[in-house]
């Protein structure tokens, strides 16, 4: 059975009890070589591991197989379990998530999918958009980026398109070298809930992504909010936002590369965090 069947076939077993997961950590803590409540963890939180590639999977490219990023996902799951203890402050669910989340991320990356004519051209893209920005004191449009470039709009547009579904993990990444390191999603305020990293706010690093962020257009930050807070698709987002779902992709792909020009422009410390 493949490890994608493996997540469908979870539906089927029963959930434990808050108690019983209790009890299974507090055994599994005080001997991690049980393999027996080792493998029950495995099996209750693997249910995860489908949210979290489900949510991926819309936006990464056809090449990429689901059951490779299972398999990535399950891999990020296992050891999330085999770290994990009551020194990390946070529910387990929290810190298997970002862990899943990593790992299929890493993975992917240390494949290097992406077509090198696409990546220089997005490359040629992003330093354009940059040299416009200091000269016109603003986020160029993409017509203006086009023009300079002396390429139709649609091309660029379609470059953009492209790299997309790179940068829909880009904001994933951690800013620092510590494992528990902000990531730039949490940085992204939800009017509706409190500031979910409070205790942060003094670190340099989330005041320069919350500047950025503020400098977007409204219509950008609201797309990146209903997808990363909110948890809406692609196709979600378009319809209430009433454009097409290949727009709001462009229009996200756009605000990943005016946020890394503006973390360029503010910080050489950041100039090389997003893809």
Not at 106 to 135: A, C, M, N, V, Y
Not at 140 to 156: C, G, R, T, Y
């Amino acid at each position: 059975m493949s490890v994608f069947q493996n997540l469908e076939h979870t539906k089927n077993q029963r959930k434990l009890s808050e108690n019983e997961i209790q009890d299974l950590w507090k055994e599994f803590l005080i001997d991690k070589t049980n393999k027996k409540n080792r493998e029950a963890l495995i099996m209750q939180y693997l249910p995860l591991v489908k949210y979290i590639v489900g949510r991926m999977r819309v936006n990464l490219p056809s090449t990429i197989l689901t059951e490779d990023i299972a398999g990535y996902g399950v891999e990020g799951l296992i050891s999330a379990i085999d770290r994990y203890s009551n020194d990390k402050n946070t529910k387990f669910e929290t810190y298997a998530i970002t862990r899943i989340r990593g790992t299929i991320i890493d993975k992917i990356r240390s494949q290097d999918w992406i077509p090198r004519g696409i990546r220089k051209r997005f490359k040629d893209i992003q330093q354009t958009s940059q040299l416009l920005q200091e000269k016109l004191g603003r986020q160029p449009s993409n017509q203006e980026i086009a023009d300079q470039m002396e390429l139709p709009l649609e091309k660029v547009e379609e470059a953009i398109a492209e790299m997309s579904k790179n940068s829909l993990m880009s904001l994933y990444d951690k800013k620092g070298s510590s494992e528990d390191g902000v990531e730039i999603i949490d940085t992204i305020k939800d009017d509706r809930k409190a500031e979910p990293l409070e205790k942060l706010e003094e670190q340099d690093v989330k005041k320069e992504l919350q500047q950025a962020l503020l400098r977007l257009p409204e219509r950008e930050k609201v797309i990146l909010t209903l997808y990363y807070h909110n948890n809406m698709t692609l196709k979600e987002i378009g319809e209430a936002i009433d454009v097409s779902e290949s727009r709001v992709c462009q229009l996200h792909a756009q605000a990943i590369v005016k946020l890394k020009n503006l973390l360029n422009s503010n910080s050489q410390r950041l100039k090389r965090s997003i893809i």
